[in-house]
Structures are given as structure tokens and as C-alpha cells.
């Protein structure tokens, strides 16, 4: 039975990914949020060393959910493309991979103190009160705006990709939200919301997969050392999670993408703050 409600919490944190990923909200914090408060019983099985590997692994789903919604916007090998097609595609990702350099350099030399330092809850509260504010702030200040400096993918120049880049390094502090912050940077940089989200979607591909894969190789390497162990319920519990991560995170991309075409990213930004409240609340209650 105490297996069995672990696997439904397994369920439900790979769907919360799913959501969070792409929804300016912060999957990492929501993560944190859930695994703080829903804990998992079965100790000895899903360890704290094994939690941060399946975070990872159902982000890797997540990430495949992109790759399939925009594979064919995204693959410059395709016969049926023309060269003019396939040059601009190439050019779409230069300017991908140009915009992760920053906060991937960042994310490999501070990882460590990241992780020691700042993942903790009541640093996702506040990032989520703060960045909560940020979005509404922005909408405030577009509203009305019916223009923008950059309103198609090809207007995107390399000089802005190198500052959504250095966004994208915030990011890096739970609570932020990757596509958040991405999206917040895009707009304030000049470029419309469908734009700004759309191209968020595309550097999640290397930034996501570099550090999945970092993540897997050390747990890896651990498990080859003998300091950490893997089981067939773990297993069992990654390969559901990136499955459900990944089939919810096709609809959230597409529901987001639908969404910010007739509205504003002000309601996610009133969540974020009330639930950044109500989770210091909770902390200062059941101290």
C-alpha cells in the first residue's frame, strides 16, 4: 500500500512538471513545493539522491514534448525542405545555441552551490512573489501595445539572443521559472509574446537536455562507484514519470501557445504571488 501511494505521487509530480515546465510558473519550484509537502513514504526506495535524478529524467519527457510539437520548424535534414528553408532553420538554432551559452556556462561551473545555497523552499517562495510582480508589471506597462520591435522568428538578431541568454542565467534560482524568465526577457527586449514564448520553448532543448544529462551521468557514475544504488522501482517509477511528462506537456505547450494569443500572462502572475504567500504562510505555521 505505502508503494503503491508512492507511485501515485509519482503520477502527480511528473504531471505537475508537465504543466510547470512550460507555463510561466516554475516546474523546479513546484517540484520542490509537492516533495516538501506530499513526502514520499517509501524512504529506503525513492531517496533523496534519487528525487533529484527523477527531476531531471521527467524533465528530459517534457523536453521531447517540444521536440515532437515543433519537429518540423526544427529539423533542417528534412529532403522536403528547400535550401532557403533549411539555411533558416540552421539560423534558428546558431541563435538557440548562441542564447543557452550563458547560463550554461553558469549552470556547469556553479551547479554545485546552486544546489547547496539556493534550493530551498523559501527561496521559491520569494522568487515566485517576485517574478509574480515582474508579470504584472510588464503587462501593465504593454498594455494596449498592439506592436512590437520583433514580431517574427527571422527579426530576432543576435544581440538579443545574447541578452535572453544572460535572462536565462536567473533562471537558475528555483522559483524563477526557466520559460518565465525567458519570456519576461524576450518581452522587455522588444519581442511579442508568441515569439518570446516560442523561442523559449526551442533553447529548453539544449539547456534542458545538458543538464538532464549531467544529472543522469553523475548519478550514474555514483552507482558504478558503489555510493549510490539503482533498483527496478525506480526504474519503473522514471519510466512512468517521462511519460506522463511527456504526453501533459504536449497539451500545456499547446494550451500556453493558444493562451497568450488573446491574453495576458497577468493571471500567472497573481498565482504566482498568492501561492508564494500562502507557502510562507505555511512554513511560518508548521515551523
Not at 29 to 38: A, N, R, S, V
Not at 184 to 202: D, H, N, P, V
Not at 209 to 234: C, F, H, R, T
Amino acid at each position: 500500500m505505502k508503494l503503491l501511494l508512492d507511485f501515485l505521487n509519482i503520477i502527480v509530480n511528473a504531471i505537475v512538471e508537465g504543466i510547470t515546465e512550460w507555463l510561466p510558473i516554475s516546474s523546479t519550484g513546484h517540484m520542490m513545493l509537492l516533495q516538501h509537502f506530499w513526502k514520499f513514504r517509501s524512504e529506503e526506495i525513492f531517496t533523496r539522491e534519487f528525487l533529484e535524478v527523477f527531476n531531471v529524467v521527467v524533465q528530459f519527457g517534457a523536453i521531447l514534448a517540444v521536440v515532437t510539437l515543433y519537429r518540423k520548424k526544427l529539423n533542417p535534414l528534412s529532403n522536403k525542405l528547400k535550401d532557403t528553408q533549411k539555411k533558416r532553420i540552421w539560423n534558428i538554432w546558431l541563435k538557440v545555441i548562441i542564447g543557452c551559452m550563458p547560463a550554461g556556462i553558469v549552470g556547469v561551473l556553479f551547479d554545485d552551490w546552486f544546489d547547496e545555497h539556493l534550493y530551498n523552499v523559501p527561496v521559491v517562495a520569494t522568487m515566485l512573489i517576485l517574478y509574480g510582480i515582474g508579470f504584472i508589471v510588464l503587462e501593465l506597462f504593454n498594455r494596449g501595445k498592439d506592436e512590437f520591435r520583433i514580431e517574427k522568428m527571422k527579426e530576432l538578431d543576435y544581440g538579443t539572443v545574447i541578452l535572453i541568454g544572460l535572462f536565462q542565467i536567473l533562471a537558475i534560482i528555483p522559483g524563477t521559472s526557466r520559460s518565465g524568465v525567458t519570456i519576461l526577457g524576450a518581452m522587455i527586449l522588444g519581442c511579442s509574446r508568441s515569439i518570446a514564448a516560442e523561442f523559449t520553448f526551442y533553447m529548453a532543448i539544449p539547456i534542458m537536455a545538458g543538464a538532464s544529462g549531467l544529472k543522469i551521468l553523475k548519478y550514474l557514475k555514483e552507482v558504478a562507484e558503489g555510493s549510490a544504488s539503482i533498483n527496478a522501482p525506480q526504474v519503473l517509477a522514471m519510466g512512468i514519470g517521462m511519460v506522463v511528462a511527456y504526453v501533459v506537456s504536449l497539451y500545456a505547450i499547446s494550451y500556453l501557445m493558444k493562451f497568450i494569443k488573446k491574453k495576458s500572462f497577468t493571471g500567472f502572475g497573481i498565482y504566482r504571488i498568492v501561492l508564494g504567500i500562502l507557502v510562507l504562510v505555511l512554513l511560518t505555521v508548521f515551523k
